[in-house]
């Protein structure tokens, strides 16, 4: 079992940023895909990041050039640096881990409980 715990969300101006942090428990962690996903109210659950074991990341167009994923295997962490942040970037967002790294949330296996991003503008 792996559990998921995410920080770093709140309240930021736009063009502000912000960094979320996703803590995993498990002795698996190395060797999973870790990804980040938001939903804001009224919409569906959306793919925004993710990060494969071997280090390979993609994104959503929409974030691409402001956002950047990372993990440090050392902390059992996956971390999303936001840059310039809109008010469209406000949801929560779910950091998730899978055997696959895929932009389809259904691959994944284990969520954390979500962190609010609240841009304002």
Same mark, same amino acid.
Do not use: H
């Given at each position: 079992?792996?559990? *998921?715990?995410?920080?770093?969300?709140? *309240?930021?101006?736009?063009? &502000?940023?912000?960094?979320?942090?996703?803590?995993?428990?498990?002795?698996?962690?190395?060797?999973?895909?870790?990804?980040?996903?938001?939903? +804001?109210?009224?919409?569906?659950?959306?793919?925004?990041?993710?990060?494969?074991? &071997?280090?390979?990341?993609?994104?959503?167009?929409?974030?691409?050039?402001?956002? %950047?994923?990372?993990?440090?295997? +050392?902390?059992? %962490?996956?971390?999303?640096?936001?840059?310039?942040?809109?008010?469209?970037?406000?949801?929560?967002?779910?950091?998730? +881990? &899978?055997?696959? +790294?895929?932009?389809?949330?259904?691959?994944?296996?284990?969520?954390?409980?979500? %962190?609010?991003? %609240?841009?304002?503008?």
């Amino acid at each position: 079992q792996v559990q *998921l715990v995410e920080s770093g969300g709140g *309240l930021v101006q736009a063009g &502000g940023s912000l960094r979320l942090s996703c803590a995993a428990s498990g002795r698996t962690f190395s060797s999973a895909a870790m990804a980040w996903f938001r939903q +804001a109210p009224d919409k569906e659950r959306e793919f925004v990041s993710f990060i494969s074991p &071997g280090g390979i990341t993609d994104y959503t167009d929409s974030v691409k050039g402001r956002f %950047t994923i990372s993990r440090d295997n +050392a902390r059992n %962490t996956v971390y999303l640096q936001m840059n310039s942040l809109k008010s469209e970037d406000t949801a929560v967002y779910y950091c998730a +881990a &899978g055997r696959i +790294a895929v932009m389809g949330y259904r691959q994944y296996d284990y969520w954390g409980q979500g %962190t609010q991003v %609240t841009v304002s503008s």
